[in-house]
């Protein structure tokens, strides 16, 4: 897996862009959406297809927007398609078909395999994930159970015989730390600028940064200082931080601000385009969307933080 990830510039002609997907043109779309059709056709299932999901005859939806990012990013490009297209929806149509994993599995296998995942709380349903816990605004801490060919979303209802959430959470997070690093690389500037890239096929790596400290001592052999880290996890695969020691900070705030941007379009399983600052498990937004560009929302706290670590620096002169 590459270190950023990043699918092909959209076209910045006057071709028609797709309303749902913008970084298809209106043909890519209609393109895409038939091939999709296809594949569930040659599996027997006849679907309705609408902007952004198919419905099957059952009233079963299935999403398009993951598919969608992936097949975006494909750099062999849409000849491809097909042959991605229809592995997914095999994929699918035997998830959902199967009997469920919480009926079939021992509870000592169901607890091995369950982590925490960090989501966006777009499309999240409060009523179903009730025990969502709030990490930053906009995005929430929920657990899953990981299979062969699906990460499954945890409902109220479905961690109601499996124990008490607080119990199962701590189990999960004990799985998440145990995890390898897959990758790393450290993203260095000619101005000073440096920070850190951990990236995997994982679907959890990006939820890693419930675990920070596991992570820091594994990739840099230290452990966090109490003035913690910044972080970013612009997609679920792909966990970026600096660890706060000096006002160098600075320069990594603004390069990690580009880069959370930069790598939250279009791609799937895209959870922020934010910074965060980690102090004790806690996060704080620290950059934001300005029109076209970014800004950096610096609060009292950090500001603080900020102004202590460059009198410590001129003191030290």
């Not at 940064?209 to 230290?222: D, I, K, N, P």
């Not at 320069?251 to 399983?269: C, I, K, Q, R, W």
């Not at 500001?303 to 002169?317: A, I, M």
């Amino acid at each position: 897996m590459g270190i950023f990830r990043r699918g092909p510039k959209r076209d910045a002609s006057d071709v028609p862009r797709d309303p749902e997907f913008g970084f298809f043109s209106n043909d890519e779309g209609a393109r895409f959406r038939a091939v999709v059709r296809e594949a569930f056709a040659e599996l027997g299932l006849e679907v309705t297809v609408y902007a952004d999901s198919v419905r099957d005859s059952g009233g079963r939806r299935f999403g398009l927007g993951n598919l969608a990012a992936v097949c975006h990013n494909e750099p062999r490009g849409p000849r491809v398609w097909p042959e991605l297209i229809r592995k997914h929806v095999a994929m699918v149509l035997r998830t959902m078909d199967a009997p469920s994993a919480l009926e079939t599995l021992p509870p000592e296998q169901i607890r091995a395999q369950l982590y925490p995942r960090v989501i966006s709380g777009d499309g999240l349903d409060p009523q179903s994930f009730g025990y969502a816990r709030s990490v930053a605004p906009g995005l929430y801490e929920i657990l899953a159970l990981d299979l062969p060919e699906s990460v499954m979303m945890l409902t109220d209802e479905a961690l109601e015989p499996l124990g008490h959430v607080p119990d199962l959470r701590e189990q999960a997070l004990r799985n998440l730390r145990e995890l390898p690093v897959e990758a790393h690389e450290t993203v260095k500037g000619d101005d000073g600028t440096r920070f850190e890239i951990v990236v995997g096929d994982s679907f959890y790596t990006a939820s890693r940064v419930l675990a920070l400290e596991s992570v820091v001592r594994e990739v840099t052999g230290s452990g966090l200082p109490p003035e913690g880290a910044l972080v970013a996890m612009p997609f679920r695969h792909q966990l970026a931080f600096h660890v706060i020691r000096d006002s160098g900070m600075v320069l990594a705030l603004n390069a990690m601000a580009s880069f959370a941007a930069a790598g939250y379009e279009d791609t799937p399983g895209s959870i922020s385009p934010y910074v965060y600052w980690w102090r004790g498990g806690v996060l704080t937004q620290l950059s934001d969307r300005d029109g076209e560009g970014l800004r950096i929302v610096v609060g009292e706290e950090f500001g603080e933080l900020l102004e202590k670590l460059v009198e410590d620096e001129t003191e030290g002169l």
